[in-house]
Antibody
Framework: EVQLVESGGDLVQPGGSLRLSCAAS????????MNWVRQAPGKGLEWLSV???????YYADSVKGRFTISRDNSKNTLYLQMNSLRAEDTAVYYC????????????WGQGTLVTVSS | QSALTQPASVSGSPGQSITISCTGT?????????VSWYQQHPGKAPKLMIF???NRPSGVSNRFSSSKSGNTASLTISGLQPEDEADYYC??????????FGGGTKLTVL
């Protein structure tokens, strides 16, 4: 059974950093397109980033230069390092995987809440 | 990149059909056949309903269908059922190799 489990969400002050994790089971992150998508409270979905086995990574303009996506194939885990956090980064962060392409997100985790506030 | 445009809400009665539009530009919807639709119930993770404009993943009801014309994609749900009440989001690949979502549409089954 495919499962994605996010962790690492927390309350953090503006300007602070946080690292989110997404542990995968039932498939290998190295052979899938692994994404981060967020949803601010009461708002819509926002795609943030993708990484694939070839090393290709892409970022939305809203997080480029502040967030870094990476994966540890030995742990079958995806990460999102978030720096210079702002209040507008407050959201539930989902990891999602696509087998064939990152425009087709087949599996999603349950999300982890990040709150940026002083 | 700007979000795709969806109506904030639509509604329909059980058994009826509804259509949700998703409007973009030639740099996203109009330029590629990589439109997806997701369903999200309150407090739950999104679920893929349609990919590559009109394809349904295994297990998704054939009451859900989608198409694209120019810069606009449309999701149609036929034979509305109470469990279809949810938020629906479209998404598309863009010329910048990114993905953009629509603002979401709340479907109410009356």
């Amino acid at each position: 059974e495919v499962q994605l489990v996010e962790s690492g969400g927390d309350l953090v002050q503006p300007g602070g950093s946080l690292r989110l994790s997404c542990a995968a089971s039932g498939f290998t992150v190295s052979s899938n397109y692994m994404n981060w998508v967020r949803q601010a409270p009461g708002k819509g979905l926002e795609w943030l980033s993708v990484t694939h086995s070839g090393g290709t990574t892409y970022y939305a303009d809203s997080v480029k230069g502040r967030f870094t996506i990476s994966r540890d194939n030995s742990k079958n885990t995806l990460y999102l390092q978030m720096n210079s956090l702002r209040a507008e980064d407050t959201a539930v962060y989902y990891c999602a995987s696509g087998r064939e392409r990152y425009t087709r997100l087949d599996y999603w985790g349950q999300g982890t809440l990040v709150t940026v506030s002083s | 990149q700007s979000a795709l445009t969806q109506p904030a809400s639509v509604s329909g009665s059980p058994g009826q059909s509804i259509t949700i539009s998703c409007t973009g530009t030639s740099s996203d919807i109009g330029g590629y056949n990589y439109v997806s639709w997701y369903q999200q119930h309150p407090g739950k993770a999104p679920k893929l309903m349609i990919f590559d404009v009109s394809n349904r993943p295994s297990g998704v009801s054939n009451r859900f269908s989608s198409s694209k014309s120019g810069n606009t994609a449309s999701l149609t749900i036929s034979g509305l059922q109470p469990e279809d009440e949810a938020d629906y989001y479209c998404s598309s690949y863009t010329t910048s190799s990114l993905v953009v979502f629509g603002g979401g549409t709340k479907l109410t089954v009356l």
